[in-house]
Structures are given as structure tokens and as C-alpha cells.
């Protein structure tokens, strides 16, 4: 196990230290009575059934259950401290991960595939709590059998000990060996799931689109590859541990004929050890040797925790997104300033170059281009879901990496095209942003939305399922659910980006004419490729190839015959 390895688990470890510490010293209790539980075997035999004393055998007879009871209840409560220490050390490895995940600048979710990563977050966060929690336990309580049974033996005979004692290098070193074997294996196998899971979560949702073509051989032809795949690695795998495990346990079984010949040979010749001697020394090899055996399956486990957490240190080696200190949500006023922003999404031929922008406040402005023109990607860089790659984004003279990047994003009201749903109630979807609404202010904001007299229809009404993905919804129910959820944040901007495209023109012209009061009060922002919003618009910006190319207002750019009067159709030759 890497420094590293040993250093992170310590600082989950840390806090519980005093308990797993006592699990520790009631694993080593626990032992010691073992010990005299086997000592008393030779007890038997030498003190008293050669002797034939009825005394002692009576005592000795007394205090083996005792002995056993005794163990009993030591192993019960160290296996509680360990398995508490455990479990919650692994809760608070799961909630870090996932919280620095969520910090994680969004090229990091662009660069990754989902699946791969729900992969790391469930498989091998289970693989490092199976490997650092139930594993780690069983090789701790190994090697204490293994340090204190070797002692006891020197302590029984010595000449013996020795000879048991001789296959300890070649154990060392065969076992140094099969842990990067089976370290290999283990990667392969972690990123052949990922790559099923990333496989299947794509063909899921998108089961419309599969249901449509019909062709369900294609998804079916590549999922028994990769299943195939993963059977090899798998196999591969599980084959290395058994062989390991088979490995010593058929080399360490017959090994104890070496000791029975040499103890034996040595008893009827110069008549040492007694008979009890060497049945207790047996014993005592009866519970070393399964402790090495352990101790190798130990060692195999954590081999494959290794690996999964190598793999979970690529994601937590990645920086977080940085965030300033600042709070816009105490600003009173907004005024933005896009001021020479250039920026280039990776591997691909878009960029934004030199664009500057003012939008002030209360400004309603509308973003007009056609398809790729970075219109969308304007917005993104707003609210920091891509960095720049120079210039400034200023928000009343600050520059937005200033300000606190939750506080920022939460002072934006977001209406999206793609409209994203939690699998859960029509409430939480409302509430999740602000769980502190109430519902007058719920009821306000569907009806703005014209969602209330669907609500209201529903035989739950606000506690309506509305599945994953809000799969039960039709897209203009989902898209006025998402105007809803706007209003009940807590705005101080509103991006709106194609808010109405799932909409007839009636339904529409009813919502906007509702926001209206909200366009008002607040700094809004609108991408509209059906020029919908153009008359409530200060500002009309057109964009083409990542540059404005127009900008003023609807007057003034119908003045201009350029851009926007061609988009209109009212260009004149």
C-alpha cells in the first residue's frame, strides 16, 4: 500500500482513532486467550490425562467454555469498533468525493464520460470500502495472529519455530508480486464497467430515439461486446486470486509434514517436546497457517481497493473551480460588461474572440444568431460554467471570479431549452432552489407559467410523480415547469435561452405577457430563435460566427437593413 494510500485513509481514520485503537487492543486480548485456550491442550495431555489427575482435568474442563466465552465477547465488541470506525470513515470518503466532484469546473463533465463517472462514485468507492473497511480488519487481526502465535512458538520450541518460520521470505515475496498482478487486473475490470454502465445510461435515455429507429440489434451487438469483454477481464481477475489463495494453501497445508516429521523424529529420539508440547505447538500452527491464508486474501482485496482508489485520485487530484469571496445577492443594482472576452471550446473550431457587451440594469435584451453562433455559450460564460480564456466578465465593475461562484449562480434565474427535471414531485422540482417558498408564492408562479389549472387536475396535484427526467410530462409542460421554477428563485438576472420553443404562439404570448411585470424589475437576458421577444427587447444583439455583428435597438436595426432584417425576412435589396 502507497504512502498515499496510508495517508488518506489515516485522515478519515483519525477522528475515531481511540475506538479503532481499542479494537486493536481487544483484537491482541482476544489472541492472548486463544493462545491459553490452545496451551491448555498441552495441559490436558501432560498435566492431566498422563497422569490421569481428575483434578486438573475437572479445572481444565471448567475453563475451556469459560475461555471460549470470554473470546467470544472480546471479538464481538472489537468487530463493533472496527466496523463503526469503518463505516463511518467510508461515509465521510463518499460525501467529500462526491461534494469535490460537484466544485468541479463544468469542462471536467465535458471532458468525462457520465457513465465513467457514476462508475468511480459507486464501483470503486464500494471497492475501496470493501478493501479499507472488512479487508483491512481481517489483515490487522492477521497479523497480530501472525506476530503473536511466531512468538509463542519460540516459546514452545525453538528449533521448530524456526523451521515453520523459513517459508516467510518466499511468502513476502510471491505475494509482492501477485499484488500488482492482481492491482492490473482490477483497473481493467473497474473501467470495463464503467464503460457498460456509460453504455447503458446513454441507451436509457435516449430510449425514445432507440424505440423509433427499431433497430435494437445495434445497442444489443456492441452491449455483448463490451459484456464479453468484461466477462475476459473478470474471469482473469478472479482466476489470479484463486490462484493466489490455492497457491498457499497448497504449499502451507502440506508444509505441517515437514513439522510433524522433524517434531516426531525428534520426540522418539531424544524424547522433546512431550506429546503436549506438540499437540499445542500444532494447534498453534492450526492458527498460524489460516492466518496467512487470510492474510494473503487480505492483501488481494486491498490490492483492488488500491486500484479503485487510484482511480478516484485522478478525479480528486482535479482542482475544484475557483471562487471568490464577494456576494452579488447583496448587490442592489446589476450591470454586466462582457469586455474583450475570447474563449475556445477543447478540440473543436468554435471560438468567441474580442467580444464586448454591456447590459444594464433592468436592461431586457435579446440574443438573436443562428444555430452555433455562441449565443448559448455567451450565457455560460455569465455564470462561470466555462472560464474564459481572457479578457473580463465584469458585473458591476467586478470581475465575476470575484464573487462567491454559489452566491453568483444563485442570483440567476434559469429558463433552458433542454429543460433538466429531478425524478421526483412537481414540488421539489418548484422548491429544490429556495425550500423555503411558500405557497402563495407557488401558486403565483404556475399560474404565471399557465401550469395551474394542470396542477390543479392532477389527482396529487403539487405531489404529482413526474418520473425521471420528468418522462410523464409532454415538452411544453416541462418547459412551463421551468418558467415556474425561475420565478420562485431568488433572480436578480433572468437567462432565458429558447424559454418558449416547446410552445404554441397562443400559450406563448400569455406567459411573456405574465412576465412582463418581472421583465420590469429585473436585469433579463433572452436567446430567441423565433424572435418572439423582440418587442420587449431594449437591446437587440445578433451573433454570428462567436462576434456580434449588430446591436441597438429593433428601430435602429431595421434602419441598418442588415442582419436582423434578413433573420425577419424584410431585408431590402
Aim: contains cysteine; neutral net charge.
Amino acid at each position: 500500500m502507497s504512502n498515499r494510500n496510508i495517508k488518506f485513509i489515516y485522515s478519515y481514520l483519525k477522528k475515531y482513532i481511540t475506538v479503532w485503537m481499542s479494537g486493536i487492543v481487544l483484537t491482541a486480548i482476544a489472541m492472548l486467550v486463544k493462545i491459553k485456550y490452545s496451551w491448555l491442550m498441552k495441559d490436558l495431555i501432560d498435566q492431566a490425562l498422563m497422569p490421569k489427575d481428575l483434578n486438573i482435568l475437572l479445572k481444565l474442563c471448567i475453563t475451556f467454555p469459560l475461555l471460549v466465552l470470554i473470546c467470544s465477547f472480546i471479538t464481538y465488541l472489537k468487530e463493533y469498533c472496527f466496523n463503526f470506525v469503518s463505516q463511518k470513515s467510508i461515509i465521510g470518503i463518499r460525501e467529500d468525493i462526491f461534494s469535490h466532484v460537484l466544485q468541479l469546473p463544468y469542462r471536467f463533465f465535458v471532458k468525462n464520460d457520465n457513465g465513467q463517472i457514476v462508475n468511480r462514485l459507486i464501483n470503486d468507492v464500494e471497492n475501496t470500502q470493501e478493501a479499507f473497511s472488512d479487508s483491512i480488519v481481517s489483515f490487522i487481526s492477521s497479523i497480530i495472529t501472525i506476530v503473536f502465535v511466531s512468538v509463542w512458538l519460540f516459546f514452545i520450541h525453538w528449533k521448530l519455530a524456526i523451521i515453520v518460520l523459513l517459508i516467510v521470505p518466499f511468502f513476502v515475496i510471491i505475494t509482492k508480486c501477485l499484488w500488482k498482478k492482481i492491482g492490473m487486473l482490477s483497473r481493467n475490470v473497474s473501467e470495463k464497467r464503467g464503460e457498460i454502465t456509460s453504455f447503458l445510461q446513454q441507451t436509457i435515455i435516449s430510449i425514445e430515439l432507440v424505440k423509433l429507429v427499431g433497430n435494437n440489434q445495434f445497442f444489443l451487438h456492441n452491449f455483448a461486446i463490451m459484456c464479453k469483454k468484461l466477462s475476459i477481464d473478470t474471469v482473469k481477475l478472479r482466476m489470479s486470486r484463486i490462484f493466489a489463495n490455492s497457491l498457499w494453501e497448497s504449499i502451507l497445508t502440506p508444509y505441517q509434514g515437514v513439522i510433524y516429521l522433524v517434531g516426531g523424529f525428534w520426540y522418539i529420539t531424544v524424547g522433546s517436546p512431550s506429546i503436549g508440547t506438540m499437540l499445542a505447538f500444532i494447534n498453534y500452527v492450526n492458527l498460524l497457517i489460516p492466518a496467512m491464508l487470510n492474510l494473503i486474501d487480505d492483501i488481494t482485496n486491498m490490492s483492488v481497493g488500491a486500484s479503485s482508489l487510484e482511480r478516484l485520485y485522478e478525479y480528486l487530484d482535479e482542482e475544484p473551480q475557483s471562487s471568490g469571496e464577494k456576494l452579488l445577492s447583496t448587490e442592489s443594482t446589476i450591470n454586466i460588461e462582457f469586455k474583450n472576452v475570447c474563449f475556445s471550446h477543447i478540440n473543436t473550431e468554435f471560438e468567441i474572440n474580442n467580444l464586448n457587451l454591456s447590459v444594464y440594469d433592468k436592461d431586457f435584451v435579446t440574443i438573436i444568431g443562428h444555430t452555433g453562433s455562441g449565443k448559448s455559450t455567451l450565457l455560460k460564460l455569465l455564470v462561470r460554467m466555462y472560464d474564459i480564456d481572457s479578457g473580463e466578465i465584469l458585473i458591476n465593475g467586478i470581475n465575476i471570479k470575484e464573487y462567491n461562484l454559489n452566491d453568483l449562480r444563485m442570483c440567476f434565474g434559469f429558463v433552458q431549452q433542454e429543460v433538466h427535471l429531478l425524478k421526483g414531485t412537481i414540488r421539489t422540482n418548484l422548491t429544490f432552489a429556495n425550500p423555503e417558498i411558500t405557497e402563495e408564492k407557488i401558486e403565483y408562479a404556475l399560474r404565471v407559467a399557465q401550469l395551474d389549472k394542470f396542477v390543479n387536475n392532477l389527482p396529487n396535484k403539487l405531489d404529482t410523480i413526474v418520473g425521471e427526467r420528468g418522462i410523464t410530462l409532454s415538452g411544453g409542460e416541462r418547459q412551463r415547469l421551468s418558467v415556474a421554477r425561475m420565478i420562485l428563485c431568488k433572480n436578480k438576472v433572468v437567462v432565458m435561452d429558447e424559454p418558449t420553443s416547446a410552445l404554441d404562439m397562443k400559450t406563448e404570448h400569455i406567459i411573456l405577457k405574465s412576465l412582463q411585470p418581472i421583465f420590469n424589475q429585473i436585469t433579463t437576458i433572452v436567446i430567441d430563435h423565433r424572435l418572439s421577444t423582440l418587442d420587449y427587447a431594449k437591446k437587440i444583439v445578433v451573433m454570428e460566427h462567436g462576434k456580434i455583428i449588430e446591436e441597438g435597438g429593433y428601430n435602429e436595426l431595421i434602419a441598418k437593413n442588415g442582419k436582423l432584417c434578413e433573420l425577419l425576412n424584410c431585408k431590402k435589396e
